[in-house]
């Protein structure tokens, strides 16, 4: 099979691999569709710990594909099925992963982060991810590559969960890439009153609001006039920074109003994470500033069904498809971010 494998930072190889054999506890699925995430792009750049020569790693994971193979213990599912995988695995026993979240497990796992991926033809599903229920199995009425898209906007539900966004909420979208999107898609389907967007570039905040129905860009130097404005002096409801800039994170402070709520979703780059707040808004104004990481198994399955439904609806936002033999191709199309989403299909 073809895969395309991290050797060190810049250097990434589409190589011919043997499948890979399973045991009779697993799965081996046939990959249809891979989508290239931020991550991806970081870990090609700057390689990843424990990724060498003698330990390369196939990336990917945000993945879909049709069961080719299913061992002789497993249960629930048959060769032919139509999957998307959730790609975090928690160890199962620990605090978190008996509460459902294990995504946070200390000892997690994760396709394409720190064992091979979905960009390859063939991708080895492990006991654990299996009883763990990361195996969603697809509507057949669902496209393969927006089923990719899934993962990514898990995660943006797991955020907007822990931020307990509401009907009537107006609410600010810092950031209009594929994340930020997703945000303000997510956010039309609680039902919120408003959705504004701000980016540094205006092309990608025309774009968002033409995907996020009754959205609104910002494209004033002043967010804080234009917050006071937007909002009849009261400041946002709510505000998240779906972007890796500290000046976002000090802004959203500024810009939130009275009880208002503030999800830190973009990290930030390493080095850059030490940002000065104004902790008086915080103080004055009651605020509450959530994080969120990754998302969970329950919510990737949420965001699928609402997918399947037509509820969320995801297609629109890939840009460009390529096949594994044109990688590196897609790669660079990924890192000029003049699209949204890109899609290895198979």
Wanted: glycine share 10%; proline share 4%.
């Amino acid at each position: 099979m073809k895969a395309a494998k991290l050797f060190g930072p810049n250097d990434i190889r589409v190589l011919d691999c043997p499948i890979p054999e399973i045991n009779d506890n697993e799965i081996l699925l046939k990959t249809k569709a891979a989508a290239i995430c931020g991550t991806d792009l970081r870990m090609v750049g700057n390689g990843y710990k424990g990724v060498d020569e003698a330990h390369p790693l196939v990336l990917g994971h945000e993945i879909v594909g049709i069961i080719e193979q299913v061992g002789k213990n497993v249960k629930g599912y048959t060769k032919g099925m139509r999957v998307a995988i959730a790609p975090n695995i928690g160890c199962g026993i620990c605090d978190w992963c008996v509460s459902g979240d294990t995504h946070l497990c200390p000892e997690y796992t994760a396709f394409g982060i720190n064992m091979d991926g979905g960009f390859a033809e063939y991708v080895r599903v492990p006991q654990n991810a299996i009883t763990q229920g990361n195996i969603m199995i697809l509507d057949d009425s669902m496209p393969l590559d927006a089923a990719a898209l899934v993962e990514p906007a898990s995660c943006v539900l797991n955020g907007q969960l822990r931020t307990g966004i509401r009907l009537n909420d107006k609410v600010l979208i810092i950031g209009a890439g594929p994340i930020g999107i997703m945000h303000g898609l997510l956010a039309k389907v609680v039902g919120v009153a408003k959705v504004y967007i701000r980016d540094l570039s205006v092309q990608r905040m025309n774009q968002s609001v033409e995907l996020i129905s009754g959205a609104e860009s910002i494209p004033e130097s002043d967010l804080e006039a234009a917050a006071k404005r937007l909002t009849g002096g009261r400041g946002f409801d709510v505000t998240i920074t779906a972007c890796p800039a500290p000046a976002a994170q000090a802004d959203a402070l500024k810009v939130t109003g009275m009880n208002g709520r503030i999800l830190f979703f973009g990290g930030l780059p390493a080095g850059k994470d030490e940002v000065t707040l104004a902790t008086n808004h915080i103080h004055y104004k009651q605020l509450s500033i959530f994080g969120s990481t990754r998302g969970n198994v329950n919510q990737y399955r949420a965001v699928a069904n609402m997918v399947a439904a037509g509820t969320l609806k995801l297609s629109a936002l890939i840009s460009r498809r390529y096949p594994l033999a044109e990688f590196s191709d897609a790669l660079e199309y990924a890192k000029k971010a003049e699209g949204l989403k890109t899609v290895i299909t198979f």
